[in-house]
C-alpha cells in the first residue's frame, strides 16, 4: 500500500501564508519574522567586512573608496544574493529528504503497527534488536498471555471462594447447590451429604460424582490400548464434521445473500445428513473410494492393528508400519487429553493450598488417585481431608462395570435372603404350641371357622387359596420396558433389601428382649456386616447412570462448623470443570449465527481506493432530487392537488396495454406519464 504516489501537500498556493505552496514562511517557525533575521544576519556580516577593512587598509587608500556608500551596498547585496542562493538549496536538499523519510515512516509504520495487533513500543523494539525476519515475537506474546492468565485465574479464584462463602453465609446450610454452582450442575451424577459414622454429630461426610462426556471434553481423551487405525479415523471424522459444517455456512450465507429466509434447525439437521455421501462411503474394499480420499487404503491396512507398543524383536526402524506409527506419537494424540486432565487438576490443587500426600497415576489405565494424606485407616486421619479419583471409561468398559455392578446386587439379596430365612427359621421354632403369638398363628387357627362361616356361603375362596403378590415388605413391581432393561436403577431391589434389614432387626429384639444368646449374636454380626458392605455399595456410583468419559470421584470429610476442605474443594472442582469441559452446548443456539442485514460492512475498514466509474452520478441524483423537491412545480400534499384526468377509451386502453407489457411495463403506468409526481419516482 506504501508504493501508491498520492499528492501529499496542500492544495493552498501563497507566497506569505504559513506552510502553503510557495510560501516563505512556516509553521515550524511559529510565526518569526524571517525578514528582521535575515537583514540583521546580513548586516552584522556586512559591518565585519567593513570594519575589517578600515583596521587593515591606510587612511589615504580609504578616502579614495566610497566606503559608507558604494562598498556597503555591494557587499550587501553580495553577501544577501549568496545566502538566498545557499538557502534555497538547503531548503530543497532538506525538503526532498525530509518528505522520503516521512513517506518510509508512514509506510513502515502502516506495514508493522497497523497490520498485527502489537503496541508500537514492541514493534520498535523487535525492529532494533533484528526485525521482524530475525526475531519472533511468538515467545514473547506467549509471555505475556500466560501472565494475564495467571492473573486472570487468581482474581477469579478469590471471587468464587467470595461467592461459596456468601452463598453458605445465605443458605445458613451446607447443600450441593453451594458445593458446585449451577453452570456445572448438570455434570452431576451422584452427591450425598451424610453424618460421619465415628462423629455423627460434629463431621459430615460428602459424596461427589462428576461425568464429563467425551463431547464436552476439549481435549479428547484416548485409552492407551487403542490402536493407530482409530486414532486415524476419529481424525478423519472430525475433518469430515467440520467441513460439513463449512459448507452448511455456506448454504446459509447464500440464502440470506438471496433474500431467502434462514434454515430452520431440522433442515440444517438434514443439509448436514445430507453431505455426509459427499465425503465418505461405505466402500471399504475400494481404494478409489471417497473414504480413502484424504489417507490411502494402503496405509489404513498397514495401521490395523498397530497399537502403542511394538515388539521388539519385530521392531524395524526402517518399516513403513514404524515411521507411520512415529509421525502419529510425535503428535501426542495418544496421551495429550489424559495429561492434560491430570495437570489441570493437580495444578489447581498446588495454587488452591490444597496439598496431597499421595498420588498414583494409572497411565496405561487410565486412572488417578489422589489422598490428601498417605494413611488409608479412617481412625487415624484428620477430620478435615479428601480423596479423588479420576478415571476416563470407555462404552466397553461400562459394559463390563454394568455386569459386576448387577452380580454384586445379586449377590446382597442373596445373602440378606439367606439371613432372613434362618431369623424365620428361629422365630417360628421359639413360638410356644398351641398359643397365638402372631397375626398368622391367629389366621391358622381361625382358618375352618371362616371357611364354613362365610366362604362356603359367598363361594369366594379362602386366603390361603389366593396367589399372593404383595410380600409386604415392598410394593408391587412394575413390569419392565425396554428403557428400564438398559438402564436399571435398582431402586425397588434396594429398598427391598434395605427394608429386610431393618425388619429382621425388629425380630430379633422382639424374639429375644434382652437376652443374648449366641444365636441372637451371630446373626446381628452378619447383619451389621451385611448392612456395612451394602451402605458401601449403595454409596457408590450405578454404572447405569453413566456415559463414556470422565468420571471425577470425590469423597470429602470435613467438620460441620468449618467447612474448610468444603468450600476449598468446591472452588477446585469449578475450576477444572472449566479448563476441562466445553459444557452443554445446546444445538439451537450454537447453530445460530447474526443475520445478515446487522452486519455492517464499514466495520472492517481497510485502506483501499473507491471504485466509482461516474464520480457526480450520486452528487447529480441528489442534486436533481433537492431542485425537484424545492421546485415551485413540485406538487403539494394538499393546496395544488393534480386535476383528475379522463378515463381512456377501451379501444385505447387496450392498445396502450399492449405496447405497455412489451416494453417490460404495467398496463397502467402509460397513463402516470403526465402526472406532476413522476419526476420523483424516476429520480
Known sequence: MGNLDLPKSPNVFHPEKPSAVGSRNSLAQEYRDQQNEVNQLLEEETNKVIHHLTSRLPKDVLERLDVMGGLKEKLYNYFNQNFQNMFNRYMTTSEDEMVKKVRNFIDKEETQVLARYSPKEIAKLLDEVGGADKFNTGEIEKSVVNMYGHLQGHIQRGVNELETHTNSILRQKTDVGAFVRGENAYSIVKCAFKDNLYKPKTVTDVKLSVNILDSELISPIFHYQVTMEYLVKDMLSKHIVDSIDKEVEKLKDERVDQGLEELADSEILFSKIGKVEDFTDDNVENEKSKRYKLVAKNIMEKLGQLRAEIDPAEFDQLNIRENLKKIIDIENIRNRGFNTAINSITSILDTSRMGYQYIENLKNGRELLIREYEDSDVSNLPDERYQIKMKYLDHAQLIEERKAYDVQLKS????????????????????????????????????????????????????????????????????????????????????????????????????????????????????????????????????????????????????????????????????????????????????????????????????????????????????????????????????????????????????????????????????????????????
Open 412 to 683: 446382597f439379596e442373596t445373602e440378606v435372603q439367606h439371613v432372613w430365612d434362618i431369623v424365620t427359621v428361629i422365630y417360628e421354632d421359639r413360638k410356644p404350641g398351641g398359643k397365638v403369638t402372631d397375626f398368622d398363628d391367629l389366621a391358622k387357627k381361625k382358618k375352618n371357622r371362616i371357611k364354613t362361616t362365610i366362604k362356603d356361603k359367598t363361594g369366594e375362596p379362602l386366603y390361603e387359596d389366593i396367589d399372593k403378590v404383595w410380600d409386604e415388605i415392598s410394593f408391587v413391581k412394575p413390569a419392565e420396558t425396554e428403557v428400564e432393561r438398559s438402564n436399571r436403577t435398582y431402586v425397588y431391589e434396594k429398598d427391598k433389601i434395605r427394608s429386610r434389614i431393618i425388619l429382621m432387626r425388629e425380630k430379633l429384639v422382639k424374639m429375644y428382649d434382652y437376652q443374648y444368646p449366641v444365636e441372637r449374636r451371630v446373626i446381628e454380626d452378619r447383619l451389621h456386616f451385611l448392612e456395612r458392605d451394602y451402605f458401601k455399595f449403595d454409596y457408590m456410583i450405578n454404572p447405569y447412570h453413566i456415559q463414556p468419559g470422565i468420571i471425577l470421584d470425590v469423597d470429602i470429610t470435613s467438620i460441620k462448623r468449618k467447612k474448610a476442605t468444603l468450600d476449598a474443594m468446591a472452588n477446585v472442582l469449578n475450576e477444572f470443570l472449566h479448563g476441562v469441559s466445553k459444557g452443554f452446548q445446546d444445538a439451537a443456539f450454537a447453530s445460530f449465527s447474526r443475520r445478515r442485514s446487522t452486519v455492517r460492512e464499514d466495520i472492517n475498514q481497510s485502506f483501499s481506493a473507491v471504485d466509482n466509474p461516474e464520480p457526480h452520478a450520486a452528487e447529480a441524483s441528489g442534486s436533481a432530487y433537492l431542485d425537484l423537491i424545492n421546485s415551485d412545480d413540485a406538487p403539494a400534499s394538499t393546496s395544488a392537488a393534480p386535476k383528475a384526468l379522463p378515463a381512456p377509451k377501451k379501444a385505447k386502453a387496450a392498445a396502450a396495454g399492449k405496447a405497455a407489457s412489451k416494453r417490460g411495463r404495467k398496463p397502467g403506468a402509460a397513463g402516470k406519464r403526465g402526472r406532476p409526481s413522476a419526476g420523483l419516482k424516476e429520480v
